[in-house]
């Protein structure tokens, strides 16, 4: 307790530091999730996909990310294990934090797409387990964020196997299919605009204590998918195709078509992924703040202050536009060729896995469901189209995220408390 009266302003500094770096790491590997369909299908460049998430992932972030938040991340920790000791807490927050931008930056500095909430997630389970007790962490909830690597990015890469299917049987095989997309595209507008609405309502506005029932969201996000589908149109009406092209070879009128389609959805996405994903950096700065804050109470829910916000707001931005390129080029094009109206196909069924996950509450990663939804893309095109290599070595990354967390916390957790302990 007296550590904390004592070096309460250190460790919120250190949180911010370590925040803003955690923060960064989201920018630079998990927001090139979002933006990497829409750059790999050429339907916006990456100067764009940095302009558009500087004012939509930081827009999310900012007014979206939250005013409250769990001190302690999904549940993991038992609080009553560290109630007499909280500055073991803090150490093991501000080890987390440090963890999981560290592997962030390693993982995006190799161009591996990784689940910032799986890394997270293993820091806080590694100090927990070997730096307070093994009973201290909540095992069943940690088997289910697990199980969640199988189940979202197969529900994902069904969905857009089928999307894909339906692109090409409505679309690319008809006699005029530039006629065809001018007539269709709408209505994926409109089914696009909900999903993303839906996504937003369920699980970006929820921290601002905006209490809106899953019922409620259906008919705004109704109402918000015509509002968006008619500037679509509008938009998609204004496209007209290039006489020179030969439509037997790339189809590539339709795509210019598709791209408007792209343009909606990074922007859609870029807003949902601020305001839902930050909370990953800021959870445990929040948490940091308030036990110091409160003479080493630990409370279950903590006020979150606006420059938080702020920190993680930024530290966002800054990681796109450093280390974003990297796994952006992954994402877009190392996994297979992306085409607009294919990129299309993969947000959405990402996009849709994230509601029907929120409506259920099952735990899922962003990133495990956009890279399924472009694998279910490359199989509607055959097999043969996959960069199995690549896909290999993601799924590699995958699996050495939490033991990597896990074991870099418990190594800054032990020298934390070396240096004050």
């Given at each position: 307790?007296?550590?904390l009266?004592?070096?309460g302003?250190v460790?919120?500094?250190?949180?911010?530091?370590?925040g803003?770096?955690?923060?960064?790491?989201?920018?630079a590997?998990?927001?090139?999730?979002?933006?990497?369909?829409?750059?790999g299908?050429?339907?916006?460049?990456?100067?764009?996909a940095?302009?558009?998430a500087i004012?939509?992932?930081f827009?999310?972030?900012?007014?979206?990310?939250?005013?409250?938040?769990?001190t302690?991340?999904?549940?993991?920790?038992?609080?009553?294990y560290?109630?007499?000791?909280?500055?073991?807490l803090?150490?093991?927050?501000?080890a987390?934090?440090l963890?999981?931008?560290?592997?962030l930056?390693?993982?995006?500095?190799?161009?591996?797409?990784?689940s910032?909430?799986?890394?997270?997630?293993?820091?806080?389970?590694?100090?927990a387990?070997v730096?307070?007790s093994?009973?201290?962490v909540?095992?069943?909830?940690?088997?289910?964020?697990a199980?969640?690597?199988?189940v979202?990015?197969?529900?994902?890469?069904?969905?857009?196997?089928v999307?894909?299917?339906t692109?090409q049987?409505?679309?690319?095989?008809?006699?005029?299919?530039f006629?065809q997309?001018?007539?269709?595209?709408p209505?994926?507008i409109?089914?696009?605009?909900?999903?993303?609405?839906?996504v937003?309502?369920?699980?970006?506005?929820?921290h601002?204590?905006?209490?809106?029932s899953?019922q409620?969201?259906?008919?705004m996000?109704?109402?918000?998918?015509?509002?968006?589908m008619?500037?679509g149109?509008?938009?998609?009406?204004?496209?007209h195709a290039?006489?020179e092209v030969?439509?037997?070879?790339?189809?590539?009128n339709?795509?210019?078509?598709?791209s408007?389609?792209m343009?909606?959805?990074?922007?859609a996405?870029?807003?949902?992924h601020?305001?839902?994903?930050?909370?990953n950096?800021?959870?445990?700065?929040a948490?940091?703040?308030?036990?110091?804050?409160?003479g080493?109470?630990?409370?279950?829910k903590?006020?979150?202050p606006l420059?938080?916000?702020?920190v993680?707001?930024?530290?966002i931005?800054?990681?796109l536009?450093?280390?974003?390129?990297?796994?952006?080029a992954?994402v877009?094009?190392g996994?297979?060729?992306?085409?607009?109206?294919?990129?299309?196909a993969?947000t959405?069924?990402?996009?849709?896995?994230?509601?029907?996950?929120?409506g259920?509450?099952?735990?899922?990663?962003t990133?495990?469901?956009?890279?399924?939804?472009?694998?279910?893309?490359?199989?509607?095109?055959?097999s043969?189209?996959?960069?199995?290599?690549?896909?290999?070595?993601i799924?590699?990354?995958?699996?050495?995220?939490?033991?990597?967390?896990?074991?870099?916390?418990?190594?800054?957790?032990?020298?934390?408390?070396?240096?004050?302990?």
């Open positions: 307790m007296e550590l009266a004592d070096q302003s460790f919120i500094i250190l949180a911010c530091i370590f803003a770096f955690m923060a960064w790491g989201i920018g590997n998990d927001v090139a999730n979002a933006m990497g369909t829409s750059v299908s050429k339907a916006i460049t990456i100067k764009q940095v302009l558009i004012i939509f992932e827009a999310g972030a900012f007014f979206a990310g939250g005013e409250v938040t769990a302690i991340r999904k549940g993991i920790i038992d609080p009553s560290i109630a007499s000791t909280p500055e073991l803090v150490f093991g927050m501000l987390s934090l963890a999981a931008g560290t592997w930056l390693i993982a995006s500095y190799r161009g591996w797409p990784v910032t909430t799986h890394s997270i997630v293993g820091a806080i389970v590694g100090f387990a730096g307070i093994m009973d201290a909540n095992w069943g909830k940690v088997g289910s964020i199980a969640s690597w199988l979202s990015p197969a529900v994902a890469g069904s969905i857009s196997f999307l894909y299917k692109v049987h409505w679309i690319h095989d008809t006699q005029d299919p006629t997309s001018k007539r269709l595209v209505l994926y409109l089914l696009v605009g909900f999903v993303i609405s839906m937003t309502l369920t699980k970006g506005l929820k601002l204590g905006l209490n809106i899953y409620d969201a259906l008919w996000a109704a109402i918000a998918g015509l509002i968006i008619a500037i149109s509008f938009f998609v009406q204004r496209v290039d006489p030969s439509e037997d070879v790339h189809l590539a339709v795509e210019k078509v598709f408007i389609l343009i909606f959805t990074a922007c996405m870029a807003f949902a601020g305001s839902n994903d930050v909370a950096a800021i959870g445990p700065v948490a940091i703040v308030s036990v110091v804050e409160h080493g109470e630990i409370a279950a903590s006020a979150l420059w938080i916000l702020l993680g707001a930024v530290g931005v800054v990681g536009m450093t280390f974003g390129h990297r796994v952006i992954t877009g094009s996994i297979t060729e992306l085409t607009p109206s294919r990129g299309f993969a959405l069924a990402a996009a849709t896995t994230v509601v029907v996950a929120s259920t509450g099952l735990p899922i990663s990133t495990h469901v956009l890279v399924g939804a472009i694998l279910g893309v490359g199989l509607a095109m055959g043969d189209s996959l960069n199995l290599k690549k896909i290999g070595s799924f590699v990354s995958w699996i050495v995220t939490l033991p990597a967390g896990a074991a870099l916390a418990v190594l800054f957790f032990y020298l934390f408390k070396a240096i004050w302990l």
